[in-house]
Each structure stands twice: as C-alpha cells, then as structure tokens.
C-alpha cells in the first residue's frame, strides 16, 4: 500500500518499524526483537546491592533487560520496606513524573494491598481477585498516558499473585505477523472508548477514547493501551477490530513469549508499561501481600 493511501499508519509513524509501510525497517526490528527477547523470566533479573547507589555495572544490566524486553526485575540483595527505594531507582532511569492518580498515596506512589479501606476497597487492584491483561493507565487521557512503571513488592501474598508478563512490542510484532490488518485496526484513534466514572458528585473522569498502539512522535517508542476486561469498555464494532481484538486475546493466553512471574520481598519490575496481569492470591492475615506501585508519565531511559 503506498504510503499516501495509508493515512492511519502515517498518522501512527511517518517510518521506521512501527510504519506499516516500513517493511525493511520492520523486518530488522523484527529479527533483533525475536534474537534478543528472554525466553525466561529468569533473565530480566539483576541482583542489586545498595539501592540508593546503583553501581554502574548494576545499572547497565538493568537496562541492557529493558532494551530487550522494556523491562527488568530488580532483586535486592537487602531487602527493604522503604517506600524511596522505587522513586530513587526510577530517577536512575529517568523517571520523575509521577502519575498520582486519585488512589495514589500523598507521595504519589500506590500501596497496593487488599486493607487499603474506603474507597480503594471498590477498586480491583485493592482485592484479592485477579486481573485481567492490560496496560496501566489504559484511561488515561493521552496527555497523561503512563509510559514506565514501577512494581516493588514488600510482601507476596501468602499463595498466589503472580505476575504475568509480555512485552508489548512482542504483541505488536506477533499482530503484525498474524495480519497487519490487526495492527491497523488497533491503531484507529476511537478503537477503545473507557467510559466516564461517575460518583454522586458526577463525572470523576470524562469518557477517554483512543488508539491500542501509538507512537511517540519524539522517540519513536511504541506506546500501548489496553485492557482484557470486558465491561466498562466499548470497542469499535467493525469486522476488522473484532478480529483484531480477538487475535490478541488468544495471543495472551497462548503466546509462550508471555514471561511469569511471584515478586519476592525486595524484588520489584522496572518497565515501561508492559502488559501485565496478576493472578489471584491468598493472604497470610499477620503479613498481607503489599506492593508500591509508581507510574510515570516520563519514558524509560536506558544508558
Ligand atoms: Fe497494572
């Protein structure tokens, strides 16, 4: 198709590998991304000595993870309740703007725990029931999207709450592949409508429509919304974005690129907003599951 004819894609990326017009560039995206991508979750795993002085091989590891993969797991050899360590390992990436969503903590980072009480208790990150794939923020207006994320667990739950993981560029790669088709459905900019949440005192957040995947038009990054669940959310009705939706579905439940994960104490995953689901878990009562969860607005930067 020329490249004229193709006004979503150009509106995606005027080139490079996420242009569907940009076969070359694509095709040796594409043989890097498959050479470099982990097989297993064991190889994102960068043991980490003194958080608050990341040494330099420390932080070169984690970063070499994230441009494989868009994401590392840190393990701290000391591990630490201490509610800084997420927000000085992020500056080291060159992460700062918190999104501080209305849940969030007065510093801007989530506790993410089953006794979080009213009214995060409504929400499902706050239970113990498991959720679905998405991407964070996927309801963000787009001045606000969440580009990086970090995940650091103080305690797992008693028995279960596993991450899984893929990275998005491997979905995107694995859409294209299948059709690219699928990847032009999910780039129209209306594909995914979350409607507005309202409380009695009306409109919290206004009805946020928008593209699956966009590009950053400065970096060149990919940039992924989405989210598995099936309420509360409106997709566009046409064969071609049914048929592109469903092809995701299966690629999450099946791809065996999909990377798992039970963050231990200390352990946290840097990343920029990967897909991600957890499953559901089982709390010891003196000891719940807790993890702080910063987003950012700011995209990862690797060295
Ligand atoms: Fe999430």
Redesign the pocket.
Same mark, same amino acid.
């Given at each position: 198709m020329s490249a004229i004819a193709d006004p979503v894609a150009k509106a995606l990326a005027p080139s490079g590998p996420f242009c569907l017009d940009d076969a070359d560039a694509y095709r040796r995206w594409r043989e890097r991304k498959l050479r470099d991508y982990p097989r297993a979750v064991d190889e994102l795993v960068v043991e980490v000595r003194d958080p608050r002085n990341l040494s330099r091989g420390e932080q070169t590891a984690l970063s070499e993870r994230c441009r494989r993969a868009n994401m590392a797991v840190y393990a701290l050899i000391s591990p630490t309740d201490d509610k800084k360590i997420p927000r000085l390992l992020g500056r080291r990436f060159g992460l700062e703007q918190l999104d501080a969503n209305w849940l969030a903590d007065d510093d801007g980072i989530s506790s993410i725990e089953v006794n979080g009480g009213q009214p995060r208790s409504e929400f499902i990150p706050y239970t113990d029931r498991p959720?679905s794939w %998405?991407t964070?923020g996927y309801y963000n207006a787009l001045e606000r999207r969440v580009r990086s994320l970090i995940l650091h667990c103080v305690r797992p739950a008693f028995e279960g709450g596993e991450n899984a993981l893929l990275d998005h560029e491997i979905a995107y790669l694995l859409l294209r592949d299948q059709n690219p088709e699928h990847v032009r459905a999910l780039c129209a900019p209306d594909v995914m409508t979350i409607p507005a949440r309202c409380d009695e005192r009306g409109v919290a957040r206004a009805e946020q429509a928008g593209a699956v995947f966009s590009v950053d038009p400065l970096s060149g990054r990919l940039h992924m919304r989405y989210t598995a669940r099936t309420r509360s959310i409106c997709w566009r009705t046409d064969a071609a974005t049914r048929a592109a939706v469903a092809c995701l579905e299966s690629i999450l439940s099946n791809s065996p690129f999909v990377l798992r994960t039970r963050l231990a104490p200390g352990m946290g995953l840097l990343c920029a907003n990967v897909l %991600?689901n957890r499953s559901g878990f089982v709390d010891a009562p003196q000891a719940p599951r807790l993890m702080y969860r910063a987003r950012y607005h700011d995209e990862l930067q690797f060295c």
């Open positions: 959720i %998405h964070d %991600h």
